[in-house]
């Protein structure tokens, strides 16, 4: 069975910085494209950041560009999600998902459905207060 375990996350002032690890286990991600969104209380969900099988090509919402940087580690079986120049905005639980077919274009802007995506972790929260 697919499974995927997200860590990281935590309480952080603004301007800080965290790295997300979203590691997966009965699988190979090697197959996968990877996908991190978040949610918050009154938000929709937000699709932050996807990556292809490969490192590129990926994808960032306008929100995190030039802030968030997506990357995976295939050997070790891990996708991470580093985290710079945090705001109170980006606080929420952060989920990782895996598809094996999809673009991360697709993944973080025409995949609106959760079952679109063949696996999801439990999610690992993040805030960022002073």
């Known amino acids: 069975q697919l499974h995927l375990v997200e860590s990281g996350g935590g309480l952080v002032q603004p301007g800080g910085s965290l790295r997300l690890a979203c590691v997966a286990s009965g699988f190979n991600l090697t197959g996968y494209g990877v996908a991190w969104f978040r949610q918050t209380p009154g938000k929709e969900r937000e699709a932050v950041s996807c990556?292809?099988?490969?490192?590129?090509?990926?994808y960032y919402a306008n929100s995190v560009t030039g802030r968030f940087t997506i990357s995976r580690d295939n050997a070790r079986n891990t996708a991470y999600l580093q985290m710079n120049s945090l705001e109170p905005g980006d606080t929420g639980t952060y989920y990782c998902a895996v598809s094996d077919w999809a673009t991360p274009y697709s993944m973080c802007v025409g995949m609106s459905s959760r079952n679109a995506f063949d696996a999801w972790g439990q999610g690992t929260l993040v805030t960022v207060s002073s």
């Open positions: 990556i292809s099988m490969k490192n590129t090509p990926s």
